[in-house]
């Protein structure tokens, strides 16, 4: 009888180990293989913007670990930003609403949407401090009409998006 609990109880915790890593390897692979990467005007597969604004060598040297560092935080955030958005789905879908907890889920996308814009306006204020003139001037520019085409709902724009 004893050996029977046993098992029971190791066949329950295996099945259970089993369901939260499919859970978590679904969740993974949904929200970072199956997610798009942006394009980035500062990425080294996308010229368009290095050719539009002429940057030096020493530039391109400053904007690299520069936009690293942009992108591994905004990629992130958007993550943060999934996962609340998930949870607010299903507080929605539920039977019985919880407002309390709408609510709070809701506050913190707005929270981390907010610090979202904040990394762009710190990230596009560092990279007019390594441009001349000229370049600050093309590169606002091109931010306006990015802004002029994006989406409502977009975080940032995406120069080239339309």
């Not at 990629?75 to 919880?98: F, H, P, W």
Request: charged share 25%; hydrophobic share 40%.
């Amino acid at each position: 009888m004893k050996t029977k609990l046993l098992f029971s109880i190791l066949i329950l915790s295996l099945s259970v180990n089993i369901a939260v890593f499919s859970t978590v390897g679904y969740h993974y692979y949904r929200n970072f293989c199956m997610t798009p990467a942006i394009r980035c005007p500062l990425n080294q597969g996308n010229h368009h913007l290095y050719q539009s604004l002429r940057l030096s060598e020493a530039q391109l040297t400053k904007m690299e670990p520069l936009s690293k560092e942009f992108h591994t935080r905004l990629t992130a955030l958007k993550s943060q930003v999934m996962v609340k958005r998930d949870l607010l789905i299903r507080l929605l879908g539920s039977d019985e609403i919880d407002h309390g907890r709408i609510e709070e889920t809701r506050k913190e996308i707005a929270a981390i949407q907010d610090e979202i814009q904040r990394e762009v306006v710190v990230h596009i204020t560092k990279t007019k401090e390594i441009l001349n003139p000229e370049q600050k001037k093309r590169f606002i520019e091109m931010l306006q009409d990015s802004v002029a085409h994006a989406p409502f709902n977009s975080a940032f724009p995406i120069a080239g998006d339309k």
